[in-house]
């Protein structure tokens, strides 16, 4: 643990004062990512035993196109927010920043509500059934 101590103080970690709490909330974040990895294995793994391999396998295959929209709909968006949001409110261009966050709620919704669309129209489409 000294030589931990050691190399920190060479990177100057030690000599600043919020350094411990910045050593401990990542710490926190870095078990809370680990718990949510392994909850999330769990629970692919008990949905898998639950469901079989043919059941579980269409629901992976839903879970791939709902990631692969995801993506779409979010259009970076959110990392646009972050960036611009903070610039926008550090030189108290409010305005902007309200507008930032509006498009960023506004924007995915609205290219979600569109693909929905897109995807029922096709699935109304390729009905086979004769409607019984």
Known sequence: MERLRGLAG??????NPGSSSLVR?????FLVNGVGQA???AMQWLLAWLLGVATFGVYSYALAWYSVALVIAKCGVDVAATRFVPAYRASEEH???HGMLRFARLLPVGIGIGMAALVAAGSWLM?????T
Request: proline share 0%; aromatic share 14%; charged share 15%.
């Open 10 to 15: 060479q990177f100057g970690i030690a000599a």
């Open 25 to 29: 909330n990542s710490a926190a974040v």
């Open 39 to 41: 909850l999330a294995f």
């Open 95 to 97: 305005g902007y920043a």
């Open 127 to 131: 009905d086979d059934s004769d409607g």
